[in-house]
């Protein structure tokens, strides 16, 4: 059994007994009753949209708080979900309130929903995060001066263009493992290597001209906010060129950048200690521009490039 609050224990039910008795948990070093609670959420978009989402809040805390935009990846067939989630925990038990919003083009809520985010990169997709960040505001859960945005993959992008497109609402933003510039999906990266993944790109993308004008790496200079960014070299999803070239967009524009590259990782940090270094800078960046705690750790990795 699992919830939002434990990552899952394993029993061993008797049908003669009718009694279950434990036999593991998968992270047996949880404290259960330290976790956050993860609440459903109903949020109204401009034109009307019903989303779903989730809002996690540190235990004990209420008001207005520092608060963490999460957008899901995908961004097509992937959705949020009630349940244990590292990322969302961390950052809960570093002072932030989580938002996670099921946006048009997440699955589990019928085809006509996740059709409406086709070619919506920057648009309605963008606006609906746009939307839920201000329902918070709105609500009392977030303090407006205080709110960053932060995702992997899509979530990266979005991350980006987030900070791109409403520069006054976020003050700061991270992408992790992202795409930012959408023409560049076209020629690099392993989606463009099929017949079917050029269909995608075609379809649920659009065309390299049109999606030009809603790639943050073309638009560093509407952006303002301080921004993180980590990247593989081994990332065939989000080949590094895309974070490569968001960094520097960024310092041409005086943005100022923080980067942080993995030359033998891919779609994610997987080894222990380049996990470790990604989420005490993720957490310092957070601190930093939003009051929340940071994290401890020991010297960088010899082989990060920053």
């Given amino acids: ?24 948990s998968r992270r047996e070093w949880i404290d259960i009753d330290a976790m956050a609670e993860q609440r459903p959420v109903t949020i109204a978009a401009r034109d009307g949209t019903t989303l779903h989402g989730y809002l996690t809040v540190p235990r004990g805390r209420e008001g207005r708080l520092p608060m963490i935009v999460h957008p899901h990846g995908g961004p097509f067939g992937v959705q949020d979900v009630w349940g244990f989630d590292d990322d969302v925990q961390m950052l809960a038990a570093a002072g932030y309130a989580v938002l996670q919003v099921n946006f048009r083009g997440s699955s589990g809520y019928g085809k006509a929903f996740r059709a409406a985010g086709a070619r919506e990169w920057g648009g309605r997709m963008q606006d609906d995060l746009t939307d839920a960040t201000r329902w918070a505001i709105a609500q009392g859960h977030a303090d407006p001066a205080r709110i960053c945005i932060y995702g992997a993959s899509y979530g990266g992008y979005a991350a980006l263009m987030g900070v791109a497109k409403e520069p006054d609402l976020y003050a700061c933003a991270a992408g992790y493992v992202g795409v930012y510039d959408l023409p560049t999906m076209y020629s690099h990266g392993d989606i463009q290597r099929s017949t079917s993944g050029e269909t995608y790109l075609r379809e649920w993308l659009g065309a390299p001209e049109a999606v030009a004008a809603v790639s943050p790496a073309r638009l560093a200079g509407r952006i ?36 942080l590259y993995y030359a033998t990782e891919g779609h994610g940090f997987y080894r222990e200690e380049h996990r470790r270094e990604y989420y005490a800078r993720l957490l310092a960046f957070f601190a930093r521009h939003l009051g929340g705690q940071a994290a401890t750790t020991g010297a960088a990795p010899a082989d990060a490039k920053k």
């Fill in 1 to 24: 059994m699992f919830s939002d609050r434990n990552p899952g224990d394993f029993y061993l039910f008797d049908s003669q007994t009718k009694k279950a008795d434990l036999v593991i």
């Fill in 224 to 259: 303002r906010a301080p921004v993180f960014l980590a990247a593989g070299g081994e990332d065939e999803r989000a080949p590094p060129q895309h974070t490569e070239m968001m960094e520097k967009a960024l310092r041409r524009a005086n943005v100022p950048v923080e980067a």
